[in-house]
């Protein structure tokens, strides 16, 4: 079936440290890819997507690239800040259920940066 | 900027009392959609509604739920008979399209504590 598998958290940085957190997926089709966010105390909001392979996702300095050949859509930032600590969950849509469940979730990952 | 609202913040239930949950969707949209978060555990789709009916449901919402649009405005969950697993973060969403390369749009969500 469908799936997206996230890194393990929690990951630590400083401030201006590079990010990366990794999200492969198990999928039939061609689904389209997401990275939402959850700062404390608030809901999930989108943080970025790419509809198809190839295609770069970005937002707030956050990229994302559809990489087909590896099933990856890993999350890159060059340089974190304390205000980027939240949780991220990468999702993606089954293109085999339109109207039903929407979206698959990872675990999610949590981000912690200190100054 | 329009968003999804949902109440309580936090509730706290004794075992097989029942709970409702409510949320407020996007007054223009069309899809709605129940997700549950288990402390620690990926985010889990529960149930999807579309016209005034459940257009799919997963394993996890058995007969114990059930979800309501009854004034046009308000979704809501019901939990009939809660047990301690039911304790959980409930996330609302919804959509204005079912094309999977649109937004899904997510409320803060309810954090249930089944004692």
């Known amino acids: 079936g469908n799936s997206v598998t996230q890194m393990e958290g929690p990951v630590t940085l400083s401030e201006e440290a590079f990010l990366t957190i990794n999200c492969t997926y198990t999928a039939t089709g061609y689904p389209s890819l997401f990275w939402y966010v959850q700062y404390p105390g608030e809901g999930l909001q989108l943080l970025l997507k790419?509809?198809?392979?190839?295609d770069k996702g970005s937002n707030k300095g956050f990229e994302a690239t559809y990489r087909k050949e590896t099933t990856s859509f890993h999350l890159e930032k060059g340089s974190v800040q304390v205000s980027d600590s939240a949780v991220y969950f990468c999702?993606?849509?089954?293109?085999?259920?339109?109207?039903?469940?929407?979206?698959?979730f990872g675990k999610g990952t949590t981000l912690s940066v200190s100054s | 900027e329009p968003e999804v609202t949902q109440t309580p913040s936090h509730q706290v239930t004794q075992m097989g009392q029942e709970v409702i949950l409510r949320c407020v969707p996007i007054s223009n949209h069309l899809y709605f959609y129940w997700y549950r978060q288990i402390l620690g555990q990926k985010v889990e789709f529960l149930v999807s509604?579309?016209?005034?009916?459940?257009?799919?449901k997963s394993e996890i919402f058995d007969d114990q739920f059930s979800v309501e649009r009854p004034d046009g405005s308000n979704f809501t969950l019901k939990i009939r008979s809660t047990k301690l697993e039911d304790s959980a973060m409930y996330f609302c969403a919804s959509r204005t399209t079912l094309q999977n390369t649109g937004e899904l749009f997510f409320g803060e969500g309810s954090r249930l504590t089944v004692l």
């Open positions: 999702a993606l849509s089954d293109p085999t259920n339109q109207a039903g469940t929407a979206l698959i």
């Open positions: 790419a509809t198809k392979a190839d």
């Open positions: 509604f579309y016209n005034n009916e459940i257009s799919e």
